[in-house]
Nanobody, 130 residues
Framework: EVHLVESGGGLVQSGGSLRLSCTAS????????IGWFRQAPGKQREAVSS????????YYADSVKGRFTISDDHAKDTVYLQMNNLRPEDTATYYC???????????????????????WGQGTQVVVST
């Protein structure tokens, strides 16, 4: 089992920045991915970004490319999502998720699909005011 804890959410004005953290504990894996997903009120959950570890390959939804950056700190077992130039439409609950077997299938399409992820955090709220 993998336990994930998100932090860093809050209230920020349009154009501002936040950095979300996802810290993992529990079982150890040689090859895995951590993704960020979000769900806004009245909308379906959507992918934001993902990173494969330890390789470091990153993936982004088109809506956040150039604004958000995913990164990891291996020593702290933590993945970050740096969110810059935030917009009101970024308002959502942000979840991190853990995929135990990113080598199961070929191709990059799977990283931004929520169904492949095995463990999920509790979420952290992000509100971007106008």
């Amino acid at each position: 089992e993998v336990h994930l804890v998100e932090s860093g959410g809050g209230l920020v004005q349009s154009g501002g920045s936040l950095r979300l953290s996802c810290t993992a504990s529990g079982d150890t894996f040689d090859d895995y991915a951590i993704g960020w997903f979000r769900q806004a009120p009245g909308k379906q959950r959507e992918a934001v970004s993902s990173i494969r570890l330890p390789a470091g390959s990153t993936y982004y939804a088109d809506s956040v490319k150039g604004r958000f950056t995913i990164s990891d700190d291996h020593a702290k077992d933590t993945v970050y999502l740096q969110m810059n130039n935030l917009r009101p439409e970024d308002t959502a609950t942000y979840y991190c998720a853990f995929w135990t077997a990113p080598g199961r299938w070929a191709g990059t399409r799977w990283y931004l699909m929520s169904g492949v992820y095995d463990y999920w955090g509790q979420g952290t709220q992000v509100v971007v005011s106008t």
